[in-house]
């Protein structure tokens, strides 16, 4: 069993497997990077899974891959088949922006993924190339439904922004609702990629645009997850994740390894350890050991919350690199 240094139990993995984008979504890569990290500075599948069997040897049960756009990755489902004979029953999902979904749905379910979280910001065609900086709409809409007809559980992603998507908060939570699929609503995270104009939207305001139309009540958080869930009046349960929120950290249960091999403790801080040439040298050992060391050191909470408001840092850590 992996606990970190305050006595949290991890259990879930966090994969970015490319920090490559076809969006340019204003809260995460509103302009292409300077330079992307050389394709040879990537670590191989194979060197990702033999991360991945640390991991799962040493208690991971959930793993979810990221990016920037993990479905531009080539040989994905591969990948994700490698994972999924090794432990059948490992909680294997993956987080997209829905564009490449209609050619890969089915394929990424025979692979043996089983849960699919798709960005969905916005059911207005405008609004959706603001954000994502190119005409997406249709394309993603067409995503989502090819990954429903596959039977894999899809749930909405929706990042609320003032002036932009804020009134299409009930839009998303009805076409939810018609599908019966969950929406989790996430708080902006602020940070220096994203277009610094940008304002985000606070838990409490996005729950009293769901109020104007619904009762709703608070159920609370599901385990470790980040999301706090809430019940509407006809049954169906959304999410909302608010990391700005004080208690957001205290079950955290994740850690996050980038594409270039570099192991994360917390979304929100600078620090990170490579694992590359350990997993390049075969050294599972020297893997374990640095796995434990960032465990050992990973931060108590961000720095989002409410109460850093007055002082606080903006975060430098790139969503595209870290996968959100
Ligand atoms: N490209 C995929 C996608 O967009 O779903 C996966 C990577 S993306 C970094 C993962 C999630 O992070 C998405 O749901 C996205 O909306 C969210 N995200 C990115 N930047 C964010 C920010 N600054 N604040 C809150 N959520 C953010
Ligand atoms: Fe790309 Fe996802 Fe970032 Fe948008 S949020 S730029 S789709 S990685």
Not at 147 to 156: E, Q
Not at 204 to 223: Q, S
Request: glycine share 6%; aromatic share 8%; charged share 30%.
């Amino acid at each position: 069993m992996l606990v970190d240094g305050h006595g949290r139990h991890v259990n879930y993995l966090r994969i970015s497997v490319t920090e490559r984008c076809n969006f340019r979504c204003q809260y995460c890569m509103p302009e292409k990077p300077f330079s992307w990290v050389p394709k040879e500075n990537l670590l191989t599948f194979e060197e990702l899974f033999m991360f991945v069997k640390v991991a799962i040897d040493e208690g991971v049960n959930k793993i979810r891959i990221t990016g920037g756009e993990p479905l531009l990755r080539e040989n994905l489902d591969t990948f994700i088949k490698t994972i999924s004979d090794y432990r059948p029953n490992i909680d294997l999902a993956l987080t997209t922006n829905g564009y490449l979904l209609p050619q890969t749905a089915k394929r990424l379910k025979d692979a043996g993924l089983k849960r699919l979280n798709i960005s969905l910001d916005s059911l207005k065609s405008d609004v959706a190339a603001k954000i994502a900086g190119k005409d997406v709409l249709a394309q993603v809409l067409e995503g989502i439904n090819e990954a429903i007809k596959t039977g894999l559980n899809v749930k909405i992603n929706m990042v609320p922004l003032k002036n932009i998507n804020e009134n299409e908060i009930n839009d998303i939570l009805d076409f939810c609702i018609k599908r019966q699929i969950k929406v989790r609503f996430i708080e902006y995270m602020e940070n220096t990629h994203a277009d610094s104009s940008l304002s985000g939207m606070h838990g409490r305001e996005i729950l009293t645009k769901i109020k104007e139309k619904h009762i709703i009540k608070a159920l609370g958080r599901e385990g470790a997850s980040p999301s706090f869930n809430y019940r509407l009046e006809n049954g169906y349960e959304f999410g909302l994740i608010d990391p700005h929120k004080h208690d957001f950290c205290e079950n955290c249960n994740r850690i996050r390894l980038t594409a270039e091999g570099f192991l994360i403790p917390c979304l929100y801080f600078d620090e990170a350890l490579s694992i590359a040439d350990a997993v390049k040298a075969g050294n599972i050992s020297k893997a374990t050991e640095i796995l434990t060391e960032v465990l050992r050191n990973k931060p108590k909470e961000n720095r989002w919350s409410e109460d850093e408001l007055a002082d606080r840092e903006i975060s430098k850590r790139a969503f595209y690199q870290t996968g959100g």
